[in-house]
């Protein structure tokens, strides 16, 4: 074989290999999703930290951050999902919160064909593994993984500060009328331990049980806790100071906490965490 026919050769495979790579980078580039519907706020709010919430559709109802979230159409929220709405948008991509969406809704969009993934965390370290996944599946994995090592550094250094700390006995009033609480299984309950509190209903055997004043006498907290909940009907104040005998009331010891902070896996839980602990050191 002369030395001409084998450039040419060579240069024929050069070709085919380059333009192999740019067929497989274009493909790989459309496989990623363009059009999300994300059916919980936690959701909204990684898709937007890690820089794809742009690609959002359609979310739910009390998906409020950031500011350009509130731009988003909805397709649902607490009561359930309006699949009509869901098919009208045409997703390329269905981001579902496994314990937070019916589980009815997510069968029917199943059923139906559309791409669904799952966002179930279930521990706040949990945070930074979602924002990788979601990184991942977006084609945002830089600017996740930077904002993932943020946070689990940011989330080390708060344990690290309040591990040697007394802890100190505390109720959070998730809701007043009923009266709830939450128990060791909650999310709630993991900030509440990151600053050295010790929830007083921990041992509860139910997440979020209702409860009476009698019960938070008993219970004998040091602080209660009381987050500043959106509602769209005005809640009943309980005035504590009636009952003395809880240590909390007869040393006035109330911290008021944000709830869109406490409640939801998102990396604004951090932010949460800081103002609580920093609320409950006050008081030792």
């Excluded at 240069?11 to 333009?19: E, N, V, W, Y």
């Excluded at 004998?220 to 769209?232: R, T, V």
């Excluded at 005035?239 to 005998?245: D, L, V």
Aim: include cysteine; proline fraction near 6%; hydrophobic fraction near 40%.
């Amino acid at each position: 074989m002369n030395i001409n026919v084998t450039r040419s050769i060579s240069h024929s495979f050069t070709a085919i290999f380059l333009f192999s790579c740019l067929l497989f980078s274009s493909f790989s580039s459309a496989e990623k999703p363009q059009r999300i519907i994300a059916l919980a706020p936690h959701i909204v709010e990684m898709l937007f930290d890690i820089g794809a919430g742009s690609k959002i559709i359609g979310t739910v109802e009390y998906a409020d951050f950031p500011e350009a979230a509130l731009n988003i159409p909805r397709v649902g929220g607490y009561h359930g999902i309006q699949i009509e709405k869901i098919l009208a948008l045409k997703p390329d991509l269905v981001i579902v919160w496994k314990s937070g969406n019916k589980v009815s809704d997510v069968e029917q969009m199943e059923k139906m064909g559309l791409n669904i993934i799952y966002s179930q965390p279930k521990k706040i370290e949990d945070v930074a593994q979602e924002l990788r996944k979601l990184g991942k599946v977006t084609g945002h994995e830089i600017q996740a993984e930077a904002v993932a090592d943020r946070y689990a550094q940011r989330l080390k250094n708060l344990r690290q500060q309040h591990a040697t700390i007394a802890p100190m006995k505390v109720f959070y009033q998730l809701w007043p009328a009923p009266m709830r609480t939450i128990n060791k299984e909650t999310l709630i309950n993991q900030l509440i331990e990151v600053c050295q509190g010790e929830n007083v209903f921990a041992s509860n055997p139910t997440p979020y049980p209702q409860i009476g004043i009698e019960n938070v006498i008993v219970a004998q907290p040091e602080i209660i806790i009381l987050p500043d909940e959106k509602s769209n009907k005005e809640q009943p104040v309980i005035n504590w100071h009636k009952w003395p005998e809880i240590p909390a009331a007869k040393h006035n010891r109330f911290i008021r906490v944000n709830a869109d902070l406490m409640h939801r896996f998102s990396t604004r839980m951090l932010e949460g965490i800081e103002d609580m602990c920093e609320k409950i050191d006050a008081f030792r």
